[in-house]
Antibody, heavy 122, light 107 residues
Framework: EVQLAETGGGLVQPGNSLKLSCATS????????MSWIRQTPGKRLEWLAQ??????????SYLESVKGRFTISRDDSKSSVYLQMNNLKEEDTAIYYC?????????????WGQGVMVTVSS | DFQMTQSPASLSASLEEIVTITCQAS??????LAWYQQKPGKSPQLLIY???SLADGVPSRFSGSRSGTQYSLKINRLQVEDIGIYYC?????????FGGGTKLELK
């Protein structure tokens, strides 16, 4: 059974940092492309970043509005993906989901974690 | 970025009714479109990808279609377990973008 479990969320003040982790199991993580997506309080979904596998040199791409503040990384030995978030803003308040990407007639998100809440507030 | 405009924003329907949700792409995305279902209190789940292909385990009452840059999700014979929010997503060009969602409720 495929499982993705995010941890590391919480309440943080504007300008501070937070690192999210996503532990996975049930599939071959080393060949998987992984992504982070957030859902705002208004229920809007926003793709943030993705990291490809070793065969693609761990290529990384970001949503422009978080580039320079957010960093995605992975540890294949731990089947885990991470999201380092710096200089957090109130508009970063959201539920953050770790997802797996499938490449079949496009790029889609076939497995999602349960999500972790990040609240940025003073 | 490619914009995805979903309609309606909310929809109330009766059991066994046929429901249609649409998504308009701002540019040509071919057949590179997905639909997700988010049940109350749960994470989104992939429903349809490549415009028409059902994800594993998805009931056959769900179907997807396309006319130009307009995409549709159809639910035949609405069931109580279909209640939730539905999102479209374009998979043609990064950044991958989602529609604003359609909240489906029972009448």
């Amino acid at each position: 059974e495929v499982q993705l479990a995010e941890t590391g969320g919480g309440l943080v003040q504007p300008g501070n940092s937070l690192k999210l982790s996503c532990a996975t199991s049930g599939f071959t993580f080393s060949t998987a492309w992984m992504s982070w997506i957030r859902q705002t309080p208004g229920k809007r979904l926003e793709w943030l970043a993705q990291i490809e596998d070793k065969s693609n040199n761990y290529f990384i791409s970001y949503l422009e509005s978080v580039k320079g503040r957010f960093t995605i990384s992975r540890d294949d030995s731990k089947s885990s993906v991470y999201l380092q978030m710096n200089n957090l803003k109130e508009e970063d308040t959201a539920i953050y989901y770790c997802t797996r990407i499938i490449r079949d007639k496009g790029y889609y998100f076939d497995y999602w974690g349960q999500g972790v809440m990040v609240t940025v507030s003073s | 970025d490619f914009q995805m405009t979903q309609s309606p924003a909310s929809l109330s329907a009766s059991l066994e009714e046929i429901v249609t949700i649409t998504c308009q792409a701002s540019q040509n995305i071919g057949n590179w479109l997905a639909w997700y279902q988010q049940k109350p209190g749960k994470s989104p789940q992939l429903l349809i990808y490549g415009t028409t292909s059902l994800a594993d385990g998805v009931p056959s009452r769900f179907s997807g279609s396309r006319s130009g840059t307009q995409y549709s999700l159809k639910i035949n014979r609405l069931q109580v377990e279909d209640i939730g929010i539905y999102y479209c997503q374009q998979a043609s060009s990064s950044p991958w973008t989602f529609g604003g969602g359609t909240k489906l409720e029972l009448k």
